[in-house]
Each structure stands twice: as structure tokens, then as C-alpha cells.
């Protein structure tokens, strides 16, 4: 499906960005992950998906501009101009309240789940204007970036921005091909929620809040990504796919 084509996955060292990337590498795309502690965790995720022609992972800090700068032409000189992009890369929230926050924290944050996006993005766009390509880009948001919590100031308020980072650039990339859409998961079983695999009873107890029943898996988020970077979706662009088992629905329920 992907044959060809060149695919950015930040954050591809595990969760939702490995599974994308692996997804998209199976289905025949070139694949570069940026990982910005464990190389060995990103090795076997390239490894999974074929040799140094096929996959590389370079250290980054999405939200250090000429890190950015230095990943797309890493790519370029490998594989060409990349036509895909995930954003997956992030931090989740500290469970700080406002007042005992610190502006180091909250910087950290919005560096990483929104800046980085921004980042990316531009450099991505950038890319394929020099190249005169049309392209697709999936941010990985959350459920988070409408039902905020007690204690995520920081994720909650990077995730609603990059809600509208997806929807204005979807707007101003139409007319150039370039599609740009959101994915927003609920409780997938990720080492972000490593707490609950770790316990069992509280992962019961969480599930238990999920109409579905259960949490979600990575692999069926790279499902979903893949097919809105796929030519099936093709006049899809400027909307965020809600996965979550309907748990975002339950807001107001019981009162």
C-alpha cells in the first residue's frame, strides 16, 4: 500500500509510534523513527521492519528546532523526500496542579506534544514544497485534548493545541494536497500506562470505566493511522478520529 513512499514516525521507539511504524514499514514504506533515549529499543523497532535500506532511527529532540531541521535532511540523503509523517512523539501529564507547577514543567510538556508537532510539520511541508509533492501528516492527540483532568494542565493544554494546529493546517494545506489529520485514543496499553499493566487491579478498574469494556491496543491505532495516510483516504483531511471504546462519552454520566 505504501510501496515507495517515505514515512517520518517520531516517537517510534515504542507505544502507539512503534506500531506505526511498523504497520507502515509491513505495508511497504520506507521508515524513519526518531527516539529520544533508548537506541536499543529504536534498533529493534527498525530491525522488526528490515535492514538499513528499508528503516533508521535517529536520536531527536522534536522540540529542539535544529534537531528537527537535521532529521528531515537525514531522511532526505537516505531515502528521499518524506510524503508521510506521524506524529506520535510526547510526554503525558504530572499529575501537578496549577499552583505547585513549575514553568519548567509546563515548557516540557508543550515542547514536546506541541512544538514538536509544529516543528515537524513545518519542516515536513517545507520538504515537499521544495520537491513539489503532495503528502499526508496524522497527529497523535488524545481524548485529553477536550476532557481535561485535575493535574494535566501541561498534556491537556498541548493536546488542545494541537487539535487546532491540525485543523488551521489542514485548512492552508487543502490547496497544496497536503492532508492533515488527528488521531485522539483513550486508554491504550502503552508504556504511558504502565502503572495499570503492571497492576492488575487497576487496570480492571479502569477498564471498567470504558463502555467498551476494555483498553486499546497499539496496533489498532496504527491501523487507524495508516489507513488515513493511505490513498483509501484520500478526501479525508482537517478531522480527528476519536479511538477509545466510547469513554469519552461517559462525561457527565451518574450526576
Not at 62 to 72: C, I, M, Q, S, Y
Not at 77 to 102: H, I, Q
Not at 134 to 154: F, L, Q, Y
Request: aromatic share 6%; glycine share 10%.
Amino acid at each position: 500500500m505504501f510501496n515507495g513512499s517515505v514515512a517520518i514516525v517520531t516517537g517510534g521507539e515504542s507505544g502507539i509510534g512503534a506500531a506505526c511504524a511498523k504497520a507502515l514499514g509491513n505495508a511497504g514504506a520506507h521508515v524513519v523513527i526518531t527516539y529520544f533515549r533508548d537506541a536499543a529499543a529504536a534498533q529493534q523497532i527498525c530491525a522488526s521492519i528490515g535492514d538499513a535500506s528499508r528503516a533508521m532511527a535517529v536520536q531527536t529532540d522534536v522540540g529542539d528546532e535544529a534537531a528537527v531541521t537535521a532529521l528531515f535532511a537525514t531522511t532526505e540523503k537516505a531515502f528521499g523526500t518524506a510524503t508521510l509523517l506521524v506524529n506520535s512523539a510526547g510526554l503525558n501529564m504530572s499529575g501537578v496542579l496549577l499552583a505547585d507547577m513549575e514553568l519548567a514543567q509546563f515548557d516540557r510538556v508543550m515542547r514536546s506534544d506541541l512544538y514538536g508537532p509544529f516543528l515537524t510539520c513545518r519542516a515536513f511541508v517545507r520538504g515537499l514544497e521544495a520537491a513539489n509533492l503532495k503528502g499526508r501528516i496524522v497527529n497523535i492527540s488524545s481524548i485529553h485534548e477536550r476532557a481535561p483532568r485535575p493535574g494535566g494542565v501541561d498534556y491537556d493544554s498541548a493536546k488542545g493545541g494541537l487539535s487546532q494546529l491540525t485543523a488551521t493546517l489542514a485548512l492552508e494545506l487543502a490547496p497544496k494536497g497536503i492532508a492533515v489529520n488527528g488521531v485522539a485514543p483513550g486508554m491504550i496499553l502503552t508504556p504511558m500506562n504502565q502503572s495499570a499493566l503492571s497492576h492488575p487491579a487497576e487496570l480492571r478498574a479502569k477498564e471498567a470505566a470504558i463502555p467498551w469494556g476494555r483498553a486499546g491496543q497499539p496496533d489498532e491505532v496504527a491501523s487507524l493511522v495508516s489507513y488515513l495516510l493511505s490513498p483509501a483516504a484520500d478526501y479525508i483531511t482537517g478531522t480527528t478520529v476519536t479511538i477509545d471504546g466510547a469513554l469519552s462519552l461517559t462525561v457527565a454520566q451518574g450526576a
